[in-house]
């Protein structure tokens, strides 16, 4: 079975830009969960999606939004990119919103 | 303010000895923990979990040891292998209660197993 996909896999924006990170659960997952990691430090949570539905928001800015399809798979949106908005951004799925989370490869940003 | 922290940056051991990596916590709210196993390149993969309700969980040659009184959890590995060099993260969530299951990490561990 697949496992949690993201693209793409990298990506280089300068500051200003926009992004856009998608993410494929794995199948019969219904929740979703954006985190950024950045060099050195442990994966911190930016939002959870159950049944297209925002369930949770970590401590980020208005800049970042997302969304949950039908399908279940999600988009991570970054507005107004800031140098300081490089890191690895990482999708996991879960089948409900308490089970283990599955974390998918990761999309790395670069912001010059 | 860290809510989890390891405090070990890294740690060296030799093929097939104890590999014993630390976490503690500071939010008496967390009742699920979990440690992940990171590859250079790879997304966090999960290893094993445990909740408040128990103070140890095995499964194969990694045992998760919870001490609720002193919030601390341990994960150990026995015998280390060559192929279990890699950053491994604690976290933890609040999982009862409320909807929101994020995950908090600590900073990880660079695992070394030497041959």
């Known amino acids: 079975d697949a496992g949690v996909t993201q693209s793409p896999t990298h990506l280089i924006k300068t500051r200003g830009q926009h992004v856009t990170l998608r993410c494929s659960p794995i199948?019969?997952?219904?929740?979703v969960s954006w985190y950024q990691q950045v060099l050195g430090q442990g994966p911190q949570f930016i939002f959870q999606?159950?049944?297209?539905?925002?369930?949770g928001r970590g401590n980020f800015p208005d800049r970042f939004s997302a969304r949950q399809f039908p399908n279940y798979s999600s988009e991570l949106n970054v507005n107004a990119l800031l140098l300081g908005d490089s890191a690895l951004y990482l999708c996991?799925?879960?089948?409900?919103?308490?089970?283990?989370?599955?974390f998918g490869p990761g999309t790395r940003l670069l912001v010059l | 303010d860290q809510q989890v922290k390891q405090n070990s940056p890294s740690l060296s051991v030799q093929e097939g000895r104890i590999s014993i990596l630390n976490c503690d916590y500071t939010?008496?709210?967390?009742?699920?923990f979990l440690w992940y196993k990171k590859y250079p390149a790879e997304g966090p993969t999960f290893l094993i979990s445990?909740?408040?309700?128990?103070d140890k969980n095995e499964d194969g040659r990694f045992t998760v040891f919870l001490n609720k009184s002193a919030k601390h959890l341990s994960l150990h590995i026995v015998p280390s292998q060559p192929g279990d060099s890699a950053v491994y993260f604690c976290?933890?969530?609040?999982?009862?209660?409320?909807?929101?299951?994020?995950?908090?990490f600590g900073k990880g561990t660079l695992l070394t197993v030497n041959p």
């Open positions: 996991a799925s879960s089948p409900g919103t308490q089970e283990t989370q599955y």
């Open positions: 199948s019969g997952h219904k929740s």
């Open positions: 999606y159950y049944e297209k539905e925002e369930r």
């Open positions: 939010n008496s709210m967390f009742d699920y």
């Open positions: 445990i909740s408040s309700i128990k």
């Open positions: 976290a933890a969530s609040p999982r009862s209660g409320g909807s929101n299951y994020k995950l908090t």
